[in-house]
């Protein structure tokens, strides 16, 4: 109460103008107190609603790490026509993929030589077509529709995502096999007794029947598989 009852006093005696500016000052102080509280509030709440998502989210991926409990959230975050196309893709109904016409086909190998040669980076590629482009009628392998079109059928025909797919397989190609690999496919004669050891232990198979759609089916049977006790070279290239 005594300091109210000095703060009176002391706006008594300033001048009209310094009051003025004085009541003014405090005015606005008050209101951006209440003003910023008010946001304050309102920040607080956002944060809170915005960690209880965060918490619910990790909540339902972390409770259960088991691959079904994580699968079956992964696909509860598609939407229906999403998660029965993946359906209807496996297990052999229906595919995404158009009819192969000769228009398609051609068109699309165009394309991709096109987005080839945009590509600034592909030393692998590069090489292979300085040194091996003119061998033979075709050049090196990698310049035949029949290599071309495995990746534009693994793209759906996307042009560009087909190019950047065909970079990356002649670096690591090259890394793994060297020249060789920039040439022409890999036989079963590149490799050395402890590759070809590792190739008959079947951890890898071609299963003799195919699906529905008559696609060839890979079974992994890897499950004994120790990496120590195999080159990392002979894994990637096989």
Same mark, same amino acid.
């Given at each position: ?20 500016q ?20 309102? #920040?607080?709440?956002h944060? %809170?609603?915005?960690?209880? %998502? #965060? ?7 972390? %409770?259960?790490?088991s ?15 999403e998660?029965n196309?993946?359906n209807?893709?496996v ?5 995404c993929?158009p009819?192969?016409?000769p ?23 590069d090489?292979?077509?300085q040194?091996y482009?003119?061998i ?8 035949t529709? $029949?290599f071309?079109?495995i990746?534009?059928?693994?793209e759906?025909f996307n042009?560009k ?5 065909i970079?990356? &397989? ?12 920039l040439?022409r ?6 490799f ?5 050891q ?5 951890? &890898?198979?071609i299963l003799?029947?195919r699906d529905?759609s008559?696609r ?5 049977f890897?499950?004994d598989?120790n990496?120590?006790?195999? $080159? $990392?070279?002979?894994?990637?290239s096989?």
């Open positions: 109460m005594k300091e109210r009852e000095r703060e009176r006093e002391r706006e008594k005696k300033m001048p009209k103008v310094a009051r003025h004085h009541e003014s000052f405090s005015s606005s102080i008050s209101s951006s107190i209440s003003s910023g509280g008010g946001n304050a509030n309102a #920040t607080q709440q944060n %809170t609603t915005t960690t209880n %998502t #965060t918490t619910q989210t990790q909540t339902i991926t972390e %409770t259960d790490q691959p079904d409990a994580l699968l079956a959230y992964e696909l509860n975050q598609l939407s229906f026509h998660r196309t993946i209807e893709e297990h052999g109904v229906r595919d993929y009819e192969e016409t228009e398609l086909l051609n068109d699309s190998l165009a394309s991709l030589e096109k987005e080839l040669s945009k590509i600034k980076h592909k030393p692998a590629y090489l292979a077509q040194k482009g003119q033979k009628k075709d050049g090196t392998y990698i310049n529709d $029949r071309r079109l990746f534009l059928r693994c759906i042009s995502k087909a190019a950047a797919r970079v990356a &397989f002649l670096e690591l190609s090259y890394e793994i096999c060297g020249e060789l690999a040439y496919d890999l036989l079963l004669s590149d050395d007794s402890q590759a070809l590792f190739m008959r232990g079947g951890y &890898f198979q003799p029947g529905r008559g060839r089916v890979v079974g992994n890897s499950g598989f990496p120590r006790h195999h $080159r $990392r070279t002979d894994r990637v096989l």
